[in-house]
C-alpha cells in the first residue's frame, strides 16, 4: 500500500512539472510568431493532464464519509 502511494505521488509530481513546463512553453509560443495548430495541441495536452493530477490527487485522499 505504502509502495503505492509513493508511486502515486511520483506520478503526480512528474505530471504537476510537466504542466508548468506547457505553462512556460505555451506562453513563448503565443508571444512570437504564432504556430496556432502546436498552441491548440500544447493546450490539449495540459488539459488532460490537468485531468489526469485530479484523478491522481483523487485517489491519494482517503474518502470521508459524512
Do not use: C
Request: no cysteine.
Amino acid at each position: 500500500m505504502l509502495e503505492d502511494r509513493e508511486a502515486l505521488l511520483r506520478r503526480l509530481h512528474e505530471l504537476r512539472s510537466e504542466h508548468r513546463d506547457l505553462d512556460t512553453v505555451i506562453a513563448r509560443l503565443e508571444a512570437g510568431p504564432r504556430d496556432q495548430l502546436q498552441v491548440q495541441r500544447l493546450k490539449k495536452r495540459k488539459l488532460k493532464l490537468k485531468d489526469e493530477i485530479a484523478w491522481l490527487e483523487s485517489r491519494l485522499v482517503p474518502d470521508i464519509i459524512a
